[in-house]
């Protein structure tokens, strides 16, 4: 669950104070909604979402995002597991640079 604040510049704008997780609650106040790293240099990103609508060459693109704010821990104890109760394992992809 997104949490927003009002940032006041010139103009007024809507910007990420905070995300919590949909499971446990867990707040997560990194400027990223996606990423639980707790250092600058950690890698730690869970998005689980859903894009639905349609994207024409000449009419332009009209979609909608369903996303689900999931902590590390929830990742590993819910997720994971609600896949591997169907079988199902992970797409593993490393990066090294």
Same mark, same amino acid.
């Given at each position: 669950?997104?949490e927003m604040? +009002? @940032?006041?510049?010139?103009?007024?704008?809507?910007?990420?104070d905070? @995300?919590? $997780?949909? $499971?446990c609650?867990? *707040?997560?106040?990194?400027?990223d909604? +996606? #990423?639980?790293?707790?250092?600058?240099? &950690?890698?730690?990103?869970?998005?689980?979402?859903?894009? =639905?609508?349609?994207?024409y060459?000449s #009419?332009?693109?009209?979609?909608?995002?369903?996303?689900?704010? @999931?902590?590390?821990? $929830?990742?590993d &104890?819910h @997720?994971? +597991?609600?896949?591997?109760?169907?079988?199902?394992?992970? =797409? *593993?992809?490393?990066?090294?640079?």
């Amino acid at each position: 669950m997104r949490e927003m604040k +009002t @940032v006041e510049h010139r103009y007024r704008s809507q910007a990420v104070d905070s @995300v919590r $997780c949909d $499971c446990c609650n867990r *707040i997560n106040r990194n400027q990223d909604e +996606t #990423d639980w790293a707790t250092n600058n240099y &950690a890698v730690n990103e869970i998005i689980v979402s859903r894009e =639905t609508g349609t994207n024409y060459p000449s #009419d332009g693109m009209n979609t909608t995002t369903e996303r689900f704010h @999931v902590c590390p821990d $929830c990742w590993d &104890a819910h @997720v994971k +597991t609600l896949f591997a109760s169907f079988n199902s394992k992970p =797409t *593993i992809i490393e990066k090294e640079a």
